[in-house]
Nanobody, 122 residues
Framework: QVQLVESGGGLVQAGGSLRLSCAAS???????MGWFRQALGKDREFVAA???????TVSDSMKGRFTISRDNVKSTLYLQMNSLKPEDTAVYFC?????????????????WGQGTQVTVSS
């Protein structure tokens, strides 16, 4: 089973940018990859997903600010976050699944990283 490790989180001022990475223990070509986030006291929320062909989807509330991408050779998933807002503060999780479709429900994903904290100051 694939293991996922997120990195790149940290503290950033509102309006700033941050790039998250997710390193996988094996080739990710066969997986649909996704990002989720969970703020303190909130439910886990879908951020974005991408398939092997590069087709992707981003949550409506984050479209135009967040971009998901993947490097199948390096077995790495990325999330570029621009124009960050305090409400983006959360733990961001990398996830993967073998089934088809850019699913937005966390229950559809089989493999998860431990998360990386993103904090956006006002």
């Amino acid at each position: 089973q694939v293991q996922l490790v997120e990195s790149g989180g940290g503290l950033v001022q509102a309006g700033g940018s941050l790039r998250l990475s997710c390193a996988a223990s094996e080739r990710i070509l066969a997986y649909v990859m996704g990002w989720f986030r969970q703020a303190l006291g909130k439910d886990r929320e879908f951020v974005a997903a991408i398939n092997w062909a590069g087709d992707s989807t981003v949550s409506d509330s984050m479209k135009g600010r967040f971009t998901i991408s993947r490097d199948n050779v390096k077995s790495t998933l990325y999330l570029q976050m621009n124009s960050l807002k305090p409400e983006d503060t959360a733990v961001y999780f990398c996830a993967a699944k073998r089934s088809l479709g850019l699913n937005s429900f966390s229950s559809d994903y089989n493999y998860w990283g431990q998360g990386t904290q993103v904090t956006v100051s006002s």
